[in-house]
């Protein structure tokens, strides 16, 4: 699974609004319960739509399949896609009746689908004959929730690390087996990682590989890390404009624009290809990379991020499962079935040894995971982690169409930080009171 991007709202405004009166008033009559109604005359049979195509989707196929074999009551039948093409077709198949039962998303594109009724509350799929939330990720579960009710039960859950190239610090007089651990170790290390062999402006070598749009938040992780953001945690507050932000935004944007520890403009998948190719030294990324830098053979080690002034802190991303608005009846409890299985300690095992995620569970042990220790790695900080926009209904509007611009034309010089960023803050404080 690689970055999960916002999806495109705007053309999809009628599909939501299509989707939100086929799905309104749906009780519990049975009505999304045709091709398997629970009732005696064959399995219920469970669409399910989600977008991991990367390596990690034999390890969701792999579950998908025991499943369907441990027992005859249900039958999950998935459709695997890229994440836009996902995105582009959930809506309109939502309105017309057409889409899957279950649908596997970043949370954090949770609340722009449950504030229009499309998706329905699961808070009884948590407790007694169903996922224990004593035992799960609080924070992953925390992220399924929108106004007060949980719309989604963790699919996964990771954080990002600081991976470094070993050879590269080797090179530097740096020692390999020594991250950075405070901020000026950081961008200490990141200049002297940085190599203009030619003296033409533009690094051979960057010491830290960072994108700016179309990516998993990295950026959020320093502004957080400096007690700044771009929101208050209970999601009511645009926080880009105070101050501690604008302090970390500049402190990083100097050393990218300045000493050029990073290139500017890149997105999520150049920032991988950067690291991987042995161009940059350093990246902040999740544990979907760890096979496509070892197959590239990359001495890399995996660590938190160097903690900032404020903050040690890092990035909490997860994947949730959701239930369609329409699936009642012997086809929702199908579905609780079928997560509370996706949740259970065997097949969280299973689950992390064969993709590298960490497991949604806290009472999986390193050795219990010994087969996969990136695993683990990714998932011991899980109490420093914080989800990214948690909760904000405009997810997109604020990340793709105010944020993004504004962190763009403050790395290309196109104006001041402080003012950019405050005027960024008070477009953002709009749309967050516009959705209260």
């Known amino acids: ?97 057409t889409g899957p039962d279950i649908a ?12 229009r009724n499309v998706f329905q509350p699961l808070d009884d799929f948590y407790g007694a004959g169903g996922v224990d939330p004593e035992v799960m990720v609080r924070s992953a579960v925390d992220a399924t929730a929108f106004k007060g009710k949980k719309y989604g039960v963790p699919m996964n859950f990771t954080t990002l690390k600081l991976y470094w190239n070993k050879d590269m610090f080797r090179e530097a007089g740096l020692d390999p087996e020594k991250p950075p651990a405070t901020w000026k170790e950081f961008g200490d290390y990141a200049k002297k990682l940085t190599k203009d062999t030619d003296g033409d402006g533009k690094p051979e070598q960057y010491g830290l590989s960072i994108a700016d749009h179309a990516t998993i938040a990295m950026w959020p992780i320093l502004l ?30 100097d050393l990218v624009t300045k000493d050029k520890i990073s290139p500017v403009g890149q997105a999520g998948a150049d920032a991988d290809k950067l690291f991987q190719s042995r161009k940059a030294a350093m990246e902040i990324v999740g544990p979907w990379m760890t096979t496509g830098f070892k197959d590239a053979g990359i001495d890399f080690g995996i660590a938190m991020p160097a903690a900032g002034p404020k903050a040690d802190v890092t990035l909490g991303t997860s994947v949730a499962f959701t239930l369609n608005a329409r699936a009642t009846g012997g086809k929702k409890q199908a579905a609780k079935d079928f997560f509370t299985y996706w949740n259970s300690k065997e097949s969280q ?34 109490d420093k982690s914080r989800f990214y926009l948690a909760g904000v209904q405009e997810f997109q509007k604020v990340n793709e169409t105010i944020f993004e611009p504004a962190l763009q034309r403050a790395l290309n010089g196109k104006g001041d930080v402080g003012t950019l960023f405050g005027q960024a803050g008070k477009e953002i404080q709009a749309v967050l009171d516009s959705a209260q």
């Not at 404009?241 to 500049?250: Q, S, V």
């Open 349 to 382: 095992k299973y689950w992390s040894v064969e993709s590298g995620f960490p497991p949604n569970r806290t009472d999986l042990t390193a050795s219990d995971l010994r087969e996969n220790p990136y695993s683990a790695l990714f998932g011991q900080d899980a």
């Open 224 to 253: 957080w890390q400096n007690g700044g953001g771009l929101v208050s945690e209970d999601g009511r507050t645009a926080t880009l404009g105070d101050p501690a932000t604008i302090e970390a935004a500049r402190h990083w944007i």
């Open 1 to 97: 699974m690689r970055t999960r991007r916002p999806m495109r709202i705007a053309p999809m405004i009628a599909a939501l609004a299509l989707a939100s009166a086929a799905c309104a008033g749906q009780g519990a009559t049975g009505a999304g319960d045709a091709g398997g109604t629970g009732d005696g005359a064959g399995p219920v049979t469970l669409k399910f739509w989600n977008g991991f195509t990367g390596p990690d989707r034999a390890a969701v196929e792999g579950i998908v399949s025991k499943y369907n074999a441990s027992q005859d009551k249900v039958k999950i039948e998935m459709e695997i896609m890229p994440w836009d093409v996902f995105f582009d077709k959930l809506l309109p198949s939502l309105g017309s009746g």
């Open 104 to 115: 596997a998303m970043d949370t954090a594109q949770i609340p722009q689908y449950a504030a």
